[in-house]
């Protein structure tokens, strides 16, 4: 079942990163990797099994809304053409995120590891880029800059969200 290799690939990634409890990531708490929020969720499929990662790129500009969909439409018809990740509005939170699709049996904890230190560096992009849409508002807070090796596993963390 798929479900096993899924625990058994976030046991495994949850040890060579030293998080404590891999079973409270299974079951949808997030992980912090470089000062960004994702989550990492387990989908049946009938083809093949996913692991979609879903990580927080940071609030949605107040301004300039417009500007902002469609550059989010543009960069997601780019990045669907080499499949790559999609940009989205949570409807919960209303956050922007970015969601990435990953074939469960084409992972390793390594790979895990490394596709959230992307999905990282992008977020940190974002947020602090001046060209990143985010700029477009002046509003947002933004927290300091930290700079850490985007291909170390140590940058990540539990973070318990509820």
Known sequence: MSKDRFINLVRDFCRDSKIADAMAIVNGRTVEAYGVQMSIMHIETQD??????????????????????????????????????SFSIDPTSGRVSLVQSCELDSLTPKLLAEQLSDLANEANGWRYLPSSVAQLDDDIQRPPIVARPSSSVRGLQQIARR
């Open 48 to 85: 093949t099994p996913l692991v979609l990662l879903f990580c927080d790129m940071g609030e949605r500009p107040r301004k300039n809304e417009v500007d902002l969909y469609a550059k989010l439409l543009q960069k997601n018809f780019y990045l669907s053409s080499v499949g790559g990740p």
